[in-house]
């Protein structure tokens, strides 16, 4: 039995972050680097919550970026 997406209005906004957001604001780098990176592990995994929208947790973007300027 297939799961029925997340309603994402019912998603607080200030926990995710949209691709269009980490990528104007957190971590400017082309879209498609991005998205290899988030494939091969190398930045965290969004969320996938309907076909076509995926969001990830503010909180592993900015773990993400602090490990990053750490090293």
């Known amino acids: 039995m297939a799961k029925a ?5 019912k ?3 200030t926990f995710f972050l949209r691709e269009k957001q ?3 604001s957190k ?3 082309s879209r498609s680097h991005w998205r290899a990176g988030c494939k091969k592990g190398i930045y ?4 996938r919550i ?7 947790l503010a ?3 900015d773990k993400f970026l602090n490990d990053v300027a750490a090293v």
């Open 5 to 9: 997406p997340l309603d994402a209005s």
């Open 11 to 13: 998603i607080d906004a």
């Open 22 to 24: 980490i990528l104007k």
């Open 27 to 29: 971590f400017p780098v």
């Open 44 to 47: 965290p995994a969004g969320i």
């Open 50 to 56: 309907s076909e076509r929208i995926t969001l990830w």
């Open 59 to 61: 909180s592993d973007i």
